[in-house]
């Protein structure tokens, strides 16, 4: 029997899984940068200590190990089937017959670095720019791709000292696919410390990036708050209706309000002109999201949009049009249909980045 372990990022962060397969294990196969965070626990075993690149080598020595009838220990950093040992054990495990694997999954380091950073993920891909075995040009295309479709994205292994024009390429196409004041998370460690900070995707800098940094760039949504990356999911958060909002909805479906820059409102321009009042009170409120500008004034728990100019854009505006009367249809819905106008919100964000 093979166990292909995840020990995680940190000895504090192992599974219990993980500590049972190596208590039971008689031979331990692991690369020599893991060996020290599990030293203490392989007294009385056989261990076999390979170096970087030598990850065949690791997964043939485990199954030669195995049949020798040994309960055979491999281990990885992190999770094994992620850019792990996993992987490797089972492309060449078609050679033999009879060869028990038991994958141990752990923590791996975009689950470690989002946990640091707040709560940056959402729908998100991870994407390794390591072209040791994979072509650029299909880095490129993935970037591209989960870029484009307003994934946030981890990376692993972003850039060496020898190994930089993955990263060089994959900043230029997030640059010209994502706003520049796109929220960016990284996580490094070094020397046994963990370094934490954020940035945005304009003012990030290639010095602050080497192999041992976890980056998470945020999607249309994500926003940082007191130090937090948050990608939030769209939930309801609970409020009264004010009177002056549902006298505003009465006469937005009976077609009487004005549309554009209201010039005549002793209030215009609220926030800077030109801007659409189409919208004068949001059908969104209170969305919650600092993601356009808002924010909680904490001491009254109430919601402002004082900074939020998002609502007042023409091309906004288009957007929610369009499909706000599918779901509308009296002054009660906007009470009582919040998800579903959370979701348009969500839709014309994307739209209009």
Request: aromatic share 8%.
């Amino acid at each position: 029997m093979i166990s292909v372990i995840g020990i995680g990022p940190s000895r504090q962060d192992m599974t219990l899984r993980a500590l049972e397969a190596l208590k039971d294990a008689e031979v331990v196969i692991t690369y020599k940068g893991y060996y020290k965070y599990i030293e203490d626990l392989l007294e009385g075993k056989e261990i076999l200590v390979k170096g970087m690149g030598q990850e065949i080598d690791r997964a043939e020595l485990a199954i030669q190990k195995s049949r020798e009838g040994k309960k055979v220990a491999l281990v990885s950093s992190g999770d094994p089937g992620v850019f792990g040992m996993a992987n490797v054990i089972f492309q060449i495990l078609g050679k033999y017959k009879n060869i028990k694997v038991n994958v141990i999954p752990g923590v791996t380091a975009v689950n470690f670095a989002a946990s640091l950073l707040g709560a940056p993920l959402h729908d998100f891909v991870v994407i390794s720019l390591s072209d040791i075995l994979t072509p650029l040009s299909e880095i490129k295309r993935k970037v591209t791709a989960a870029s484009e479709g307003d994934f946030v994205i981890a990376f692993y292994n972003p850039m060496s000292k020898t190994r930089k024009k993955p990263f060089v390429e994959a900043y230029r196409i997030l640059l010209e696919t994502r706003h520049p004041k796109t929220p960016v998370g990284l996580v490094k460690s070094k020397n046994d410390e963990v370094i934490v900070s954020t940035t945005t995707l304009e003012e990030l800098s290639s010095e602050e990036v080497d192999m041992s940094t976890t980056l998470i760039v945020g999607n249309s949504m994500t926003y940082i708050e007191e130090g937090r990356m948050v990608t939030p999911r769209g939930y309801v958060v609970p409020y009264t209706m004010h009177p002056l909002a549902c006298e505003f909805y009465e006469k937005y479906l009976a077609g009487e309000i004005v549309e554009g820059p209201n010039l005549n409102c002793e209030y215009y321009p609220c926030h800077e002109h030109p801007q659409s009042c189409t919208f004068c009170y949001c059908p969104f409120y209170p969305c919650g999201e600092p993601s356009t500008g808002g924010f909680w004034i904490k001491e009254k728990g109430v919601w402002s949009c004082e900074g939020c100019k998002w609502i007042h854009n023409e091309d906004v505006v288009k957007c929610i049009r369009a499909k706000l009367s599918e779901i509308i249809h009296s002054v009660e819905d906007i009470k009582n249909k919040r998800r579903e106008l959370l979701k348009l919100r969500r839709e014309c964000l994307q739209e209009t980045e």
